[in-house]
Protein backbone atom coordinates (compact mmCIF):
# COMPACT_ATOMS: atom_id res chain seq x y z
CA UNK A 1 0.00 0.00 0.00
CA UNK A 2 1.23 3.65 -0.79
CA UNK A 3 0.70 6.44 1.58
CA UNK A 4 1.29 10.01 1.35
CA UNK A 5 1.26 12.54 4.17
CA UNK A 6 0.98 15.75 3.34
CA UNK A 7 3.33 16.08 0.54
CA UNK A 8 4.27 19.57 -0.23
CA UNK A 9 6.27 20.09 -3.86
CA UNK A 10 7.83 24.15 -4.36
CA UNK A 11 9.69 24.30 -7.81
CA UNK A 12 11.94 27.30 -7.70
CA UNK A 13 10.09 29.92 -6.02
CA UNK A 14 6.50 28.57 -6.85
CA UNK A 15 4.82 26.15 -4.25
CA UNK A 16 2.55 23.80 -6.62
CA UNK A 17 0.99 22.10 -4.10
CA UNK A 18 0.79 21.13 -0.29
CA UNK A 19 -0.77 19.14 2.23
CA UNK A 20 -1.45 16.31 -0.16
CA UNK A 21 -2.54 13.33 1.33
CA UNK A 22 -3.67 10.16 0.21
CA UNK A 23 -3.90 6.38 0.60
CA UNK A 24 -4.04 3.83 -2.55
CA UNK A 25 -4.50 0.14 -1.83
CA UNK A 26 -4.65 -3.37 -3.76
CA UNK A 27 -6.86 -2.75 -6.81
CA UNK A 28 -6.87 0.82 -6.83
CA UNK A 29 -6.56 3.73 -9.55
CA UNK A 30 -5.51 7.03 -8.65
CA UNK A 31 -6.06 9.28 -11.41
CA UNK A 32 -3.85 12.69 -11.26
CA UNK A 33 -5.95 15.23 -12.93
CA UNK A 34 -5.26 19.24 -13.37
CA UNK A 35 -3.94 21.79 -16.20
CA UNK A 36 -0.84 22.25 -17.76
CA UNK A 37 1.73 23.20 -15.28
CA UNK A 38 -0.32 22.31 -12.37
CA UNK A 39 2.36 19.78 -10.80
CA UNK A 40 1.05 16.43 -12.19
CA UNK A 41 4.41 15.21 -13.36
CA UNK A 42 6.60 16.28 -9.86
CA UNK A 43 4.18 14.57 -7.96
CA UNK A 44 4.26 11.09 -10.13
CA UNK A 45 8.08 11.92 -9.78
CA UNK A 46 7.83 12.32 -6.07
CA UNK A 47 6.16 9.17 -5.76
CA UNK A 48 8.72 7.31 -7.70
CA UNK A 49 11.64 8.90 -5.27
CA UNK A 50 12.83 10.74 -8.51
CA UNK A 51 11.91 14.02 -6.97
CA UNK A 52 12.27 14.58 -3.02
CA UNK A 53 8.94 16.39 -1.63
CA UNK A 54 9.90 19.67 0.10
CA UNK A 55 7.61 18.43 3.16
CA UNK A 56 5.41 15.60 3.91
CA UNK A 57 6.61 11.79 2.74
CA UNK A 58 5.60 8.89 1.21
CA UNK A 59 5.51 5.38 2.70
CA UNK A 60 5.19 1.86 1.05
CA UNK A 61 4.34 -0.63 3.44
CA UNK A 62 4.71 1.54 6.33
CA UNK A 63 7.88 2.56 5.41
CA UNK A 64 9.53 5.77 4.04
CA UNK A 65 10.47 5.03 0.44
CA UNK A 66 13.83 6.28 0.39
CA UNK A 67 14.71 4.37 3.65
CA UNK A 68 14.57 1.33 0.96
CA UNK A 69 14.96 2.53 -1.91
CA UNK A 70 15.89 0.02 -3.83
CA UNK A 71 13.17 -3.07 -2.52
CA UNK A 72 10.72 -0.09 -3.59
CA UNK A 73 11.91 0.47 -6.63
CA UNK A 74 11.79 -3.57 -7.40
CA UNK A 75 7.93 -2.90 -6.79
CA UNK A 76 7.21 -0.18 -9.16
CA UNK A 77 7.34 0.35 -12.94
CA UNK A 78 7.62 3.78 -14.19
CA UNK A 79 6.55 5.11 -17.82
CA UNK A 80 7.50 8.88 -18.06
CA UNK A 81 7.02 11.82 -20.70
CA UNK A 82 10.43 10.44 -22.23
CA UNK A 83 9.92 6.76 -23.30
CA UNK A 84 13.22 5.66 -22.29
CA UNK A 85 14.08 4.08 -25.86
CA UNK A 86 17.75 4.07 -27.01
CA UNK A 87 17.45 4.89 -30.39
CA UNK A 88 20.21 2.92 -32.10
CA UNK A 89 18.46 0.04 -30.55
CA UNK A 90 15.87 -2.48 -31.83
CA UNK A 91 12.43 -2.43 -30.34
CA UNK A 92 13.29 -5.85 -28.89
CA UNK A 93 16.65 -5.06 -27.69
CA UNK A 94 15.34 -2.10 -25.89
CA UNK A 95 12.54 -4.29 -24.20
CA UNK A 96 15.46 -6.50 -23.11
CA UNK A 97 17.39 -3.91 -21.35
CA UNK A 98 14.40 -2.42 -19.84
CA UNK A 99 13.22 -5.93 -18.63
CA UNK A 100 16.47 -6.87 -17.31
CA UNK A 101 17.38 -3.35 -15.74
CA UNK A 102 13.68 -3.77 -13.96
CA UNK A 103 14.47 -7.23 -12.68
CA UNK A 104 12.21 -8.83 -15.13
CA UNK A 105 12.92 -12.87 -16.21
CA UNK A 106 11.53 -12.97 -19.47
CA UNK A 107 12.37 -14.92 -22.52
CA UNK A 108 12.21 -13.59 -26.37
CA UNK A 109 9.37 -15.09 -27.10
CA UNK A 110 7.73 -13.34 -23.73
CA UNK A 111 9.24 -10.25 -25.18
CA UNK A 112 7.59 -10.41 -28.66
CA UNK A 113 4.41 -11.50 -27.01
CA UNK A 114 4.21 -8.12 -25.47
CA UNK A 115 5.43 -6.11 -28.12
CA UNK A 116 2.39 -8.02 -30.16
CA UNK A 117 0.21 -7.13 -27.66
CA UNK A 118 0.75 -3.51 -28.75
CA UNK A 119 0.82 -4.54 -32.22
CA UNK A 120 4.42 -3.13 -33.10
CA UNK A 121 5.70 -7.16 -33.18
CA UNK A 122 6.63 -6.55 -36.80
CA UNK A 123 9.06 -3.51 -35.76
CA UNK A 124 10.74 -6.15 -33.19
CA UNK A 125 13.93 -6.08 -35.16
CA UNK A 126 13.84 -2.07 -36.52
CA UNK A 127 15.87 0.46 -34.73
CA UNK A 128 13.54 3.00 -32.82
CA UNK A 129 14.52 5.80 -34.04
CA UNK A 130 12.95 5.02 -37.53
CA UNK A 131 9.59 4.02 -35.48
CA UNK A 132 6.69 7.01 -35.34
CA UNK A 133 6.01 8.61 -32.17
CA UNK A 134 3.04 6.41 -31.29
CA UNK A 135 4.94 3.01 -32.41
CA UNK A 136 7.44 4.36 -29.98
CA UNK A 137 5.08 4.76 -27.32
CA UNK A 138 3.77 1.39 -28.05
CA UNK A 139 7.27 -0.26 -27.80
CA UNK A 140 7.78 2.02 -24.18
CA UNK A 141 4.10 0.61 -22.71
CA UNK A 142 5.23 -2.87 -23.55
CA UNK A 143 7.24 -3.15 -20.67
CA UNK A 144 3.87 -3.31 -18.57
CA UNK A 145 2.92 -6.55 -20.63
CA UNK A 146 6.03 -8.41 -18.58
CA UNK A 147 5.45 -6.02 -15.38
CA UNK A 148 2.72 -7.98 -14.01
CA UNK A 149 5.00 -9.07 -10.75
CA UNK A 150 5.64 -5.15 -10.09
CA UNK A 151 2.26 -3.93 -7.97
CA UNK A 152 2.53 -0.55 -8.53
CA UNK A 153 2.70 1.52 -11.84
CA UNK A 154 2.78 4.85 -12.57
CA UNK A 155 2.82 5.69 -15.67
CA UNK A 156 2.64 9.67 -16.85
CA UNK A 157 0.43 10.42 -19.92
CA UNK A 158 0.15 6.79 -21.16
CA UNK A 159 -2.12 7.43 -23.64
CA UNK A 160 -0.59 10.36 -25.31
CA UNK A 161 0.44 9.78 -29.07
CA UNK A 162 -1.91 6.45 -28.91
CA UNK A 163 -4.57 5.51 -31.67
CA UNK A 164 -7.88 4.04 -30.66
CA UNK A 165 -6.89 0.57 -30.66
CA UNK A 166 -3.68 0.74 -28.17
CA UNK A 167 -5.86 3.02 -26.25
CA UNK A 168 -8.38 0.39 -25.69
CA UNK A 169 -5.02 -2.50 -25.06
CA UNK A 170 -3.71 -0.45 -22.46
CA UNK A 171 -6.96 -0.08 -20.92
CA UNK A 172 -7.82 -3.95 -20.63
CA UNK A 173 -3.80 -4.42 -19.41
CA UNK A 174 -4.77 -1.73 -16.65
CA UNK A 175 -7.75 -3.15 -15.91
CA UNK A 176 -6.16 -6.97 -15.55
CA UNK A 177 -3.59 -5.21 -13.25
CA UNK A 178 -6.00 -3.48 -11.44
CA UNK A 179 -8.14 -7.19 -10.89
CA UNK A 180 -5.20 -9.10 -10.10
CA UNK A 181 -4.52 -6.69 -6.93
CA UNK A 182 -2.43 -4.28 -8.71
CA UNK A 183 -1.78 -0.86 -8.67
CA UNK A 184 -2.40 2.29 -10.94
CA UNK A 185 -1.46 5.87 -10.78
CA UNK A 186 -1.48 7.67 -14.07
CA UNK A 187 -1.79 11.16 -15.48
CA UNK A 188 -4.31 11.70 -18.63
CA UNK A 189 -5.52 14.13 -20.15
CA UNK A 190 -8.08 11.78 -22.21
CA UNK A 191 -11.54 10.40 -20.49
CA UNK A 192 -10.51 6.64 -20.23
CA UNK A 193 -12.48 3.69 -19.26
CA UNK A 194 -10.74 1.54 -16.97
CA UNK A 195 -12.61 -0.91 -14.89
CA UNK A 196 -11.58 -0.78 -11.39
CA UNK A 197 -12.66 -1.72 -8.01
CA UNK A 198 -11.78 2.00 -6.50
CA UNK A 199 -11.26 5.06 -8.66
CA UNK A 200 -9.54 7.70 -6.51
CA UNK A 201 -8.76 10.97 -8.23
CA UNK A 202 -6.63 14.11 -7.29
CA UNK A 203 -7.26 17.26 -9.04
CA UNK A 204 -4.54 19.81 -8.66
CA UNK A 205 -6.15 22.51 -9.86
CA UNK A 206 -8.91 22.05 -6.69
CA UNK A 207 -5.89 21.36 -4.33
CA UNK A 208 -4.53 24.43 -5.12
CA UNK A 209 -7.64 26.34 -5.48
CA UNK A 210 -8.52 25.02 -2.53
CA UNK A 211 -5.09 25.80 -1.04
CA UNK A 212 -5.35 29.73 -2.07
CA UNK A 213 -9.03 30.26 -0.70
CA UNK A 214 -7.71 29.01 2.66
CA UNK B 1 23.97 -7.10 -9.14
CA UNK B 2 26.57 -8.55 -11.23
CA UNK B 3 23.44 -9.30 -13.72
CA UNK B 4 22.53 -5.57 -13.97
CA UNK B 5 26.23 -4.31 -14.57
CA UNK B 6 26.46 -7.13 -17.25
CA UNK B 7 23.56 -5.94 -18.64
CA UNK B 8 24.51 -2.11 -18.76
CA UNK B 9 27.51 -2.70 -20.03
CA UNK B 10 26.38 -4.93 -23.04
CA UNK B 11 23.68 -2.23 -23.90
CA UNK B 12 26.69 0.42 -23.92
CA UNK B 13 28.84 -1.45 -26.18
CA UNK B 14 26.14 -2.31 -28.52
CA UNK B 15 25.18 1.23 -28.37
CA UNK B 16 28.81 2.30 -29.10
CA UNK B 17 29.03 -0.32 -31.71
CA UNK B 18 26.07 0.82 -34.04
CA UNK B 19 27.49 4.71 -33.26
CA UNK B 20 31.21 3.63 -34.73
CA UNK B 21 32.13 7.15 -35.81
CA UNK B 22 31.43 9.10 -32.60
CA UNK B 23 34.54 6.03 -30.97
CA UNK B 24 36.49 6.26 -34.43
CA UNK B 25 36.41 9.86 -33.26
CA UNK B 26 38.25 10.29 -30.26
CA UNK B 27 41.03 7.78 -31.18
CA UNK B 28 41.58 9.74 -34.68
CA UNK B 29 42.47 12.73 -32.45
CA UNK B 30 44.87 10.91 -30.66
CA UNK B 31 46.52 9.58 -33.74
CA UNK B 32 46.53 13.06 -35.04
CA UNK B 33 47.54 15.07 -32.57
CA UNK B 34 50.08 12.90 -31.47
CA UNK B 35 51.67 12.44 -35.02
CA UNK B 36 51.77 15.99 -35.85
CA UNK B 37 54.53 16.74 -33.35
CA UNK B 38 57.59 14.83 -34.60
CA UNK B 39 55.96 16.70 -37.98
CA UNK B 40 55.98 20.18 -36.19
CA UNK B 41 59.06 19.92 -33.88
CA UNK B 42 61.37 18.68 -36.55
CA UNK B 43 63.13 14.79 -37.11
CA UNK B 44 66.15 15.74 -33.41
CA UNK B 45 66.10 12.45 -32.06
CA UNK B 46 67.08 12.87 -28.84
CA UNK B 47 64.48 15.89 -28.76
CA UNK B 48 61.69 13.41 -29.46
CA UNK B 49 62.16 10.97 -27.13
CA UNK B 50 62.38 13.87 -24.66
CA UNK B 51 58.61 15.20 -24.86
CA UNK B 52 57.04 11.71 -26.55
CA UNK B 53 55.56 11.01 -22.71
CA UNK B 54 54.12 14.34 -22.22
CA UNK B 55 53.15 14.20 -25.72
CA UNK B 56 51.04 11.28 -26.17
CA UNK B 57 49.43 11.59 -22.02
CA UNK B 58 48.25 14.97 -23.35
CA UNK B 59 46.68 14.08 -25.88
CA UNK B 60 45.24 10.58 -24.70
CA UNK B 61 43.80 12.62 -21.66
CA UNK B 62 42.16 15.29 -24.13
CA UNK B 63 40.71 12.14 -25.94
CA UNK B 64 39.70 10.77 -22.73
CA UNK B 65 37.83 14.08 -22.48
CA UNK B 66 35.99 14.27 -25.29
CA UNK B 67 34.36 11.45 -24.76
CA UNK B 68 32.63 12.35 -21.23
CA UNK B 69 29.78 13.99 -22.76
CA UNK B 70 28.98 10.87 -24.25
CA UNK B 71 28.68 9.27 -20.90
CA UNK B 72 25.85 10.17 -19.49
CA UNK B 73 24.02 13.01 -21.17
CA UNK B 74 22.41 11.08 -23.93
CA UNK B 75 20.64 8.50 -21.32
CA UNK B 76 19.60 11.89 -19.69
CA UNK B 77 17.72 12.85 -23.03
CA UNK B 78 15.68 9.94 -23.48
CA UNK B 79 15.14 8.57 -20.09
CA UNK B 80 16.73 5.64 -19.60
CA UNK B 81 19.07 7.57 -16.73
CA UNK B 82 15.36 7.77 -15.02
CA UNK B 83 14.93 4.33 -15.71
CA UNK B 84 18.14 3.01 -14.25
CA UNK B 85 18.01 5.18 -11.11
CA UNK B 86 14.87 3.10 -10.74
CA UNK B 87 15.84 0.37 -11.49
CA UNK B 88 15.47 -1.56 -8.16
CA UNK B 89 19.37 -2.03 -8.22
CA UNK B 90 22.18 0.08 -6.81
CA UNK B 91 23.19 2.97 -8.82
CA UNK B 92 26.34 2.87 -8.32
CA UNK B 93 27.03 -0.98 -9.74
CA UNK B 94 24.82 0.73 -12.95
CA UNK B 95 27.45 3.64 -13.25
CA UNK B 96 30.04 1.06 -12.69
CA UNK B 97 29.08 -0.84 -15.60
CA UNK B 98 28.55 2.73 -17.79
CA UNK B 99 32.41 3.37 -16.63
CA UNK B 100 33.62 0.28 -17.87
CA UNK B 101 32.16 0.96 -21.54
CA UNK B 102 33.19 3.84 -21.51
CA UNK B 103 36.82 2.96 -20.70
CA UNK B 104 36.73 -0.10 -23.29
CA UNK B 105 35.68 2.26 -25.78
CA UNK B 106 37.60 5.22 -25.45
CA UNK B 107 40.43 4.38 -23.18
CA UNK B 108 41.62 1.16 -24.46
CA UNK B 109 41.50 1.66 -28.09
CA UNK B 110 44.10 4.50 -26.72
CA UNK B 111 46.45 2.07 -25.07
CA UNK B 112 46.96 -0.26 -28.11
CA UNK B 113 47.58 2.39 -30.51
CA UNK B 114 50.15 3.87 -27.74
CA UNK B 115 53.47 1.79 -28.89
CA UNK B 116 52.82 2.10 -32.16
CA UNK B 117 52.61 6.12 -32.40
CA UNK B 118 55.27 6.01 -29.59
CA UNK B 119 57.76 4.53 -32.63
CA UNK B 120 57.54 7.79 -33.91
CA UNK B 121 59.21 9.26 -31.34
CA UNK B 122 61.86 6.53 -31.39
CA UNK B 123 61.41 5.61 -28.09
CA UNK B 124 62.73 2.68 -27.09
CA UNK B 125 61.69 -1.02 -26.24
CA UNK B 126 61.54 -0.60 -22.55
CA UNK B 127 60.33 3.38 -22.44
CA UNK B 128 57.03 2.05 -24.50
CA UNK B 129 56.31 -0.78 -22.14
CA UNK B 130 56.32 1.66 -19.84
CA UNK B 131 54.17 3.85 -21.46
CA UNK B 132 51.88 1.50 -22.49
CA UNK B 133 51.63 -0.10 -18.70
CA UNK B 134 51.31 3.60 -17.27
CA UNK B 135 48.25 4.19 -20.02
CA UNK B 136 46.63 0.90 -19.05
CA UNK B 137 46.53 2.14 -15.35
CA UNK B 138 45.96 5.81 -15.77
CA UNK B 139 43.10 5.74 -18.65
CA UNK B 140 40.72 3.95 -16.11
CA UNK B 141 41.36 6.71 -14.08
CA UNK B 142 40.45 9.37 -16.26
CA UNK B 143 37.32 7.38 -16.98
CA UNK B 144 36.60 6.96 -13.17
CA UNK B 145 37.22 10.99 -12.22
CA UNK B 146 35.23 12.26 -15.60
CA UNK B 147 32.02 10.13 -14.78
CA UNK B 148 32.05 12.36 -11.70
CA UNK B 149 32.26 15.45 -13.78
CA UNK B 150 30.05 14.13 -16.38
CA UNK B 151 27.47 13.44 -13.70
CA UNK B 152 27.95 16.84 -11.89
CA UNK B 153 27.15 18.65 -15.38
CA UNK B 154 24.20 16.83 -16.18
CA UNK B 155 21.86 19.26 -17.71
CA UNK B 156 23.64 22.18 -17.32
CA UNK B 157 24.20 24.75 -20.05
CA UNK B 158 27.91 24.72 -21.52
CA UNK B 159 28.72 21.58 -19.25
CA UNK B 160 31.39 21.25 -21.90
CA UNK B 161 33.54 23.73 -20.84
CA UNK B 162 31.96 23.29 -17.08
CA UNK B 163 33.41 19.30 -17.31
CA UNK B 164 36.98 20.67 -18.52
CA UNK B 165 37.33 22.99 -15.56
CA UNK B 166 36.08 20.63 -13.03
CA UNK B 167 37.29 17.55 -14.38
CA UNK B 168 41.22 18.66 -15.11
CA UNK B 169 42.97 19.73 -11.91
CA UNK B 170 42.33 16.21 -10.90
CA UNK B 171 43.73 15.01 -14.47
CA UNK B 172 46.56 17.07 -13.69
CA UNK B 173 48.34 14.28 -11.00
CA UNK B 174 47.25 11.69 -13.56
CA UNK B 175 49.36 13.10 -16.02
CA UNK B 176 52.39 14.17 -13.71
CA UNK B 177 52.67 10.65 -12.61
CA UNK B 178 51.81 8.89 -15.86
CA UNK B 179 54.18 11.19 -18.19
CA UNK B 180 56.32 10.85 -15.66
CA UNK B 181 56.74 7.04 -14.91
CA UNK B 182 58.13 6.85 -19.07
CA UNK B 183 60.41 10.20 -17.98
CA UNK B 184 61.69 7.73 -15.34
CA UNK B 185 62.60 4.84 -17.15
CA UNK B 186 64.37 6.77 -19.95
CA UNK B 187 66.24 8.83 -17.44
CA UNK B 188 67.03 5.07 -15.76
CA UNK B 189 65.77 5.51 -11.92
CA UNK B 190 62.89 2.91 -12.94
CA UNK B 191 59.25 3.98 -13.10
CA UNK B 192 57.91 1.49 -10.16
CA UNK B 193 57.26 4.63 -7.70
CA UNK B 194 55.12 6.07 -10.54
CA UNK B 195 53.40 3.43 -11.58
CA UNK B 196 52.52 2.69 -7.55
CA UNK B 197 51.35 5.56 -7.40
CA UNK B 198 49.52 5.61 -10.27
CA UNK B 199 47.69 2.26 -8.68
CA UNK B 200 47.17 4.01 -6.03
CA UNK B 201 45.18 6.28 -7.38
CA UNK B 202 43.19 4.16 -9.34
CA UNK B 203 41.97 2.01 -6.37
CA UNK B 204 41.23 5.11 -4.84
CA UNK B 205 39.11 5.85 -7.89
CA UNK B 206 37.72 2.53 -7.65
CA UNK B 207 35.89 2.85 -4.56
CA UNK B 208 35.06 6.58 -4.24
CA UNK B 209 34.45 7.69 -7.88
CA UNK B 210 31.32 5.26 -8.91
CA UNK B 211 29.68 5.98 -5.60
CA UNK B 212 30.33 9.70 -6.09
CA UNK B 213 28.93 9.61 -9.73
CA UNK B 214 25.80 7.88 -8.87
CA UNK B 215 25.01 10.49 -5.72
CA UNK B 216 25.67 13.43 -8.61
CA UNK B 217 23.18 11.48 -10.70
CA UNK B 218 20.27 11.45 -8.19
CA UNK B 219 20.93 15.35 -7.39
CA UNK B 220 20.57 16.54 -11.58
CA UNK B 221 17.50 14.09 -11.83
CA UNK B 222 16.02 15.85 -9.48
Known sequence: ?214 | MIRALGWVLRRDLLLAFRRRGDVVNALVFFIIVVSLFPLGVGPEASQLRNMAPGVLWVAALLACMLSLARLFAPDHQDGTLEQMLLAGEPLVVLVMGKVIAHWLVSGLPLVLMAPLLGLQFDLPGDALAVLCVSLLIGTPLLSLIGAVAAALTLGVRGSGVLVALLVLPLYVPVLIFGAGSVGATAAGTGAEAHLLLLGGFLALALVLAPWASAAALRIAME
Open chain 1, 1 to 214: MLEARELECTRGERRLFSGLSFRLGAGQLLRVAGANGSGKTSLLRIMCGLLLPSAGELRWRGRPIRAEREEYCRNLVFIGHLNALKDDLTALENLQVAAALGGMTADAGRMLAALDRFGVAHCAELPTKILSQGQRRRVALARLALSAAAPLWILDEPFSALDVGAVVELEHLLAAHLASGGMVVLTTHQEVQVVAHTVLRIDLDVHTAALLAA
